[in-house]
């Protein structure tokens, strides 16, 4: 046995066998089959998966192991997916030994005994393992003449996930990664002997964010999409790599579509971001830009009131000229833009319209957030020693503060959760232990909304909770609405040596950070109010000056809007009932004297609008979105639709008509003049610390308590729309309260706040701080925001029958 240093100077112990005549040194641990495959040899396997814990279930990889005269040899053939190598050990595979290939034949004789031959119509005929190895590994013919096992089928193991047990060669992957990566062990092996079986207890279906994985790590079509189940066959599709749009993980997928359509999408493997998972949104949610009422021509509104379709250039010139006659004007990108679509945002505001009022946050926001975000992650990433992925599973402690990962970021779950089961400790700043943080091992320090600053401050006096240099902070968006928080979070990362990130909900949220959609904040963290700054701003995009005040946010955007302040409004992938205040935003888009809106579907916002251009959904362009680490993530375009176009070109368009060109029109130049343009090299001041701020309370008719909300995975999301299989997978639903207060109201409640009333369900939360509810922010009616009140206000709550 020797040892070797590895690259970090640590020693790693290895050790030395052979592998069907070819000595190979592995590491000690390293599994036969692995080592194995070091050599060149591929043994067969069903059960086996390098992100799963070894169950040696099929059989399916035997292989010999004689006695070479040390005592590291086995009567009988072994397992090679359970077997540790050890110093000294002779392994021969079915390439070299007759006994382990008749082994082999002999278990899958024995797995297609029971097995249908439906390959046909089976989903996953012409790429399935069991097809291959049967070829590769298996006999010519078949021994068995009795009459075949059958199964009622499919059984619904949830809406989306359908299986069929006649298929089913008990490996136990799906078992295994339910209960080993998602946390969800609501499926499992059944009965015992020829009656086992993959089943589910009836009380309680599949409920997982991450079930769709199991239908593609199942090595035969005994686990289907009920989506995609007998719509193509796999050698009909073209397959392109392309990163999910859902959220801010930066997950890499693969694009299988046929004949101008996405037929489904797969988990790709990055072992540096998402591994081998993704979520069920960014597998199954693509049919959003399949829709009926996708935009596919531009419209301009006829001196009649009504839109009509127009040419791309005669809305080109019909924008750029109501711009110019609406005078100051103001822009709202949304967060799903790509970093190359932000860019052009960000120029069209300053270069064609002269303006510093762009915000891309279309949500509850605050002035403590954009200072923070120009501070403290801007230009922070992965060369600059950010946290990323990996870091995760290294770290002492990470404090979750204002974040659900389960819902608001899948695979960072994934990655806690595995980072837990090494002795990774998670604490989370929030209302209530979810299901998530009790997967993750985690533990809860209740707090009641808007009081995360006091929270994070008595983190940093409290010793037993081990934040040191090693340890990692998450900051989700959610804190915006916690005065204090963010400062709060920045100091304790200061005091200790923590390290910070910062984790927004949507895709795009990061990228627009660094290309400069912020009303403080130019292309590559150049701060407005720098003189300098602006001068090397304006030299790359070769104009002569620059706004030198900074801009509004988007909430000074929509009363400016009210206010007549503003007339112009050019906005883009906002839903008005995600942002702020859903009223005000309605009510000033038609208070506009002229609106400009890209849009991939018809909206409320393109109902109001005077000029419409229908832009390229994530499958019809290239680009990039920037993951919450500061990684980029550059992908090509699945489809080239004539029917729409990027925003960066219907931005370069209008501004060609202004006067004023931005200086690219595709997405290729628009890397370039970034990359032209680099990151700012000067000074940023630091963020001034904001206090925290005691909520004020309001009477009511009812028992007063703070509103919590976050968004759920699954909800009411139009990104979601045309895929009812995985909305019939959405959590119910319901308000959490404590228990003193369902004592108090009852099992059904009825919730007031200053936008309206809903009505609900309760459930206990037994950690849940006295005087706060819970309810999922957009699933139900308009959303929490349109429907009852903002984030962290008060609002009463009362019995339904009260």
Request: proline content about 7%; some cysteine; overall charge negative.
């Amino acid at each position: 046995m020797t040892t070797t240093p590895e690259k970090t100077g640590t020693a790693v112990e290895t050790v030395t066998l052979t592998i069907d005549g070819v000595e190979v040194t592995v590491p000690k641990d390293t599994l036969v089959i692995r080592a194995a495959e070091q050599v060149g040899v591929q043994i067969p396997r069903f059960c086996d998966h390098p992100l799963l814990a070894p169950v040696g279930a099929c059989r399916q990889c035997l292989v010999e192991v004689p006695d070479a005269g040390n005592g590291r040899g086995f009567p009988k053939p072994q397992a090679s997916c359970t077997l540790p190598v050890a110093d000294g050990m002779v392994v021969s595979t079915q390439a070299t030994s007759p006994a382990a290939d008749k082994a082999q034949q002999g278990i899958m004789e024995f797995l297609l005994v029971n097995h249908p031959l439906d390959c046909p119509v089976c989903d996953k005929g012409g790429e399935c393992p069991l097809q291959n190895q049967a070829m590769s590994n298996g006999r010519g013919e078949s021994r068995f003449e009795g009459v075949k096992r059958t199964y009622p089928k499919p059984i619904n193991l949830s809406a989306q996930v359908l299986l069929d047990r006649e298929r089913c060669v008990l490996c136990a992957r799906c078992t295994r990664f339910s209960e080993q990566i998602a946390g969800d062990p609501f499926i499992a092996l059944v009965e015992r002997g020829a009656l086992q079986q993959v089943g589910i207890y009836e009380k309680e279906p599949l409920q997982s964010y991450f079930s769709g994985n199991t239908i593609q790590i199942c090595p035969v079509g005994a686990l289907t999409s009920a989506e995609y189940r007998f719509r193509s066959r796999p050698f009909d599709l073209v397959s392109t790599a392309s990163v999910a749009e859902h959220d801010a993980c930066g997950s890499a997928i693969r694009v299988d579509h046929r004949r101008g359509k996405v037929m489904r999408r797969l988990a790709g493997n990055d072992p540096e971001v998402n591994e081998e998972w993704i979520t069920d949104k960014d597998r199954f949610a693509f049919t959003y830009a399949q829709q009926p009422d996708r935009l596919t021509y531009p419209q301009v509104r006829d001196t009649d009131g009504s839109l009509r379709p127009a040419s791309w250039p005669e809305a080109f010139a019909v924008a750029a000229r109501g711009l110019r006659a609406a005078g100051a004007t103001g822009v709202l990108t949304g967060g799903r833009v790509t970093a190359e679509d932000a860019f052009a945002y960000s120029t069209f505001a300053r270069v064609a319209l002269g303006t510093n009022d762009i915000d891309f946050r279309a949500r509850p926001l605050s002035a403590e957030e954009a200072e923070f975000l120009a501070s403290d992650v801007v230009l922070t990433g992965p060369w600059a020693g950010a946290p990323t992925y990996a870091d995760l599973e290294a770290a002492r402690t990470v404090v979750l503060a204002g974040l659900e990962p389960e819902d608001e970021a899948g695979v960072v779950f994934l990655r806690l959760r595995k980072a837990s089961s090494t002795g990774t400790r998670v604490l989370s700043i929030a209302p209530f232990s979810s299901r998530g943080l009790r997967k993750m091992n985690g533990r809860v320090i209740p707090t009641v909304p808007g009081e995360e600053a006091a929270a994070l401050e008595a983190l940093a006096e409290q010793s037993e909770h081990g934040i040191d240099a090693s340890s990692i902070i998450l900051l989700g968006e959610r804190l915006a609405t916690s005065p204090g928080a963010l400062s709060a979070a920045a100091a304790l990362a200061r005091r200790t040596g923590a390290r910070l990130a910062w984790v927004p909900r949507r895709a795009g949220d990061r990228g627009a950070v660094e290309a400069g959609c912020l009303p403080t904040l130019l292309p590559g963290g150049r701060p407005v109010a720098d003189a300098a700054a602006r001068v090397d701003a304006a030299a790359s995009w070769g104009v002569d000056t620059l706004p030198d005040r900074p801009g509004r946010d988007a909430d000074a955007i929509v009363a400016a809007l009210l206010g007549g302040e503003l007339g112009g409004l050019v906005i883009g992938g906002v839903d008005p009932d995600d942002t702020a205040d859903p009223a005000a935003t309605r009510a000033a888009v038609e208070a506009a004297s002229f609106v400009v809106a890209l849009e991939i579907r018809e909206t409320a916002v393109t109902r109001a609008a005077d000029v419409v251009f229908p832009v390229a959904p994530v499958s019809d362009k290239a680009g990039t979105f920037v993951t919450w680490e500061g990684r980029p993530r550059p992908f090509e375009a699945v489809f080239t639709n004539p029917a729409s176009l990027p925003d960066l070109r219907i931005l370069a368009g209008i501004a060609e008509e202004l006067g004023r060109p931005l200086g690219f029109r595709t997405v290729a130049e628009a890397r370039s003049r970034m990359t032209e343009m680099g990151a700012w090299d000067g000074g940023r001041a630091p963020a001034p610390a904001y206090p925290s701020v005691p909520a004020a309370g309001v009477a009511g008719d009812g028992i007063t308590v703070r509103l919590a909300t976050w968004k759920q995975m699954i909800d009411q999301g139009s990104l979601q729309d045309g895929e009812e299989h995985l909305r019939a997978t959405a959590r119910m639903p319901v308000a959490r309260i404590s228990t003193a207060l369902y004592d108090a109201v009852g099992p059904t409640v009825r919730i007031s706040g200053d936008r309206g009333a809903v009505t609900l369900p309760a459930v206990i939360a037994h950690d849940l701080p006295e005087g706060v509810v819970w309810v999922p922010a957009n699933s139900f009616g308009n959303g929490v925001l349109a429907d009852l009140a903002s984030p962290g206000s008060p609002v009463t709550v009362k019995g339904a029958s009260q």
